[in-house]
């Protein structure tokens, strides 16, 4: 696990950035405040490095933890799968930003950049978020705020990957504080409202576990699991019974494990009831299923 600062920029008049770096970069200026930002950025970026999946969120124990964007690139979009599992307990102790969340030191302003493999991430969270999901590698470019939350643009290695190599890192870092620029801007332009927009372009509830973040939506449904299951088989009447028991969880905001420990089922077997369902309501994401049950 390590951590430094980006190199100083270049002597006057040489560019801070060309080759395959700056034709990315140019890709992703296009793009920003497109629905099509999340994958085309990973796609943009593959020439430089060649990450399998990313995010972009805040997380932190005195700030609510919010995934702003995510895409994958060539495996199946856990994502949104490992943003849960982070926020179901292993965000309040994450030392992989080389600091404690609790730490009163005075932070530098400038962004620094992170490289952690799994191997180096402790128990908990690397059983949940890395292994759990085939994630090896992580290098990230991140903000320490006042507040000691992390804003960070974090890209993924999967199982399946060769390790990332040291020029293809050194060649991120040169592009990586116009990256945490961009997402800053992306995020502005693509947020009229206090809530995030899943790339499709459709407002969704915050990802967070914090419940009076969702408190607004959360209120316009029903409570009872009866009732979640009625109001999901009239959306969708070809949904088993099975599958209405795991979204109906989800509606409640049930983790996967506790969905799991509820109806005495194995986490991957939820999770493939809570795909098959999504597949025949032609959805990705719990913040879409959400949205599909309060008519959003």
């Known amino acids: ?57 805040r997380t932190g124990q005195r700030c609510k933890p919010t995934l702003f964007m995510s895409a994958s690139r060539g495996v199946p979009d856990t994502t949104q799968d490992c943003w849960w599992a982070y926020l179901s307990g292993p965000y309040r102790k994450d030392r992989t930003w080389g600091r404690a969340f ?14 952690v493999t799994a191997t180096e991430v402790e128990g908990e969270h690397r059983a949940r978020v890395y292994d759990a999901h085939g994630v090896a590698e992580r290098v990230s470019v991140v903000d320490y705020e006042s507040d000691g939350s992390v804003f960070a643009v974090n890209f993924y290695r999967h199982q399946h990957q060769r390790p990332f190599r040291d020029g293809q890192i050194g060649d991120f870092e040169s592009v990586a504080p116009v990256l945490l620029a961009l997402a800053r801007k992306h ?35 029903p409570q009872g699991l009866p009732a979640l299951r009625e109001r999901l088989l009239r959306l969708h009447h070809d949904l088993t019974d099975r599958e209405l028991d795991v ?44 949205a599909k049950v309060l008519g959003r």
């Open 102 to 115: 609790d730490d009163n030191t005075p932070i530098d302003p400038l962004p620094r950049l992170c490289h």
């Open 187 to 221: 995020i502005h332009l693509a947020r009229p409202s206090a809530w995030p927009v899943h790339d499709s372009g459709r407002h969704v509830l915050p990802a967070t576990d914090d419940r009076e973040a969702v408190l607004p939506a959360l209120a316009a449904l």
């Open 1 to 57: 696990m390590r951590q430094w600062l980006p190199s100083s920029p270049p002597a006057s008049g040489q560019p801070a950035v060309s080759g395959p770096a700056s034709q990315a970069l140019a890709g992703m200026v296009q793009r920003l405040g497109e629905p099509g930002f999340a994958p085309g950025l990973l796609e943009d970026l593959a020439p430089v490095l060649p990450a399998a999946s990313w995010s972009v969120y």
């Open 247 to 290: 979204c109906a969880r989800v509606l409640q905001g049930m983790t996967h494990e506790g969905i799991a420990s509820d109806l005495g089922l194995g986490v991957p077997t939820v999770k493939t009831y809570r795909n098959r369902a999504f597949a025949r309501m032609g959805i990705h994401f719990r913040n879409e299923l959400f």
